[in-house]
């Protein structure tokens, strides 16, 4: 697909971590951004941190008429959409059998409704210009699930499904759809996802990458019109053995975390 300016860049979640660097990254490339989060106080203490400062929008992603109006009021401001960066996201560590259907309720509706939420108002208004970019940003747990993270990694799982087919129906409108799959990302992320059990958090000793880095793939997958990128050496060995050597992959996450539990 033919790259386009980019003159207007929507990013959800955008109050920390990926979305707060993709935000710092298009602002540098003189981009016009409007930044979405839940906490409105959070989103603009993010925001001042940005030279010259986005527009915020607080609204939970989750709310369809909430959302609706918000896109509505980003165009007003801004201009039509050109990118959509579809981050905001939630964690959730911890076994199945001691997690409580609320939580996981929580996060398939923040990951899943809520990312396909964004996507479907946004890829409307998209369609009628007969252009713009979807980009999902979803995890390398989106490719092989790990244990303690199954809820999560269903709700990537889901994402990166949604992705792959909306790609295909977008592309008649003129509409490029891509997903970036970052591996474990340093920022606050880890930090407030919820837990259901006291159960050594494993991921700590996996290679890492910062949000920074993750940014500049979310660049990329646009520059180059791509339909995916896997962030850094590490997450892509690790979606490559697991999926054509799913039995490895199995026996390597079993001995991490037999390993991480004697410690």
Known sequence: M???????????GGSSGIGLATARLFTREGVRIAMLARDGKKLQEAASQLDPVPLTFPVDVRDTEALALTVENVVQSLGPVDVAIVNAGIGLYGPVTQTSWSD???VLRVNVEGAILTAAI???RMAARGKGSIVFVSSILGKRAIPNS??????????QGFADAFRLEMEPHGIHVAAVLPPRTDTP?????????DVPASRV????VSA??????????LMRGKREIVVSVPGKLFTFFGYHFPHLGDLLLRQHYRKSNAE
């Open 2 to 12: 033919k790259k386009q300016p980019i003159t207007t860049v929507l990013i959800t």
């Open 104 to 106: 996981m309720k929580e």
């Open 122 to 124: 946004i890829a409307r």
């Open 150 to 159: 199954a809820v999560y990694s269903a709700s990537k799982h889901a994402l």
């Open 189 to 197: 992320f880890h930090d407030r996802m919820m837990k259901s059990a």
């Open 205 to 208: 000793n996996v290679p890492s």
């Open 212 to 221: 920074d880095v993750v940014a500049e793939a979310v660049l990329r997958v």
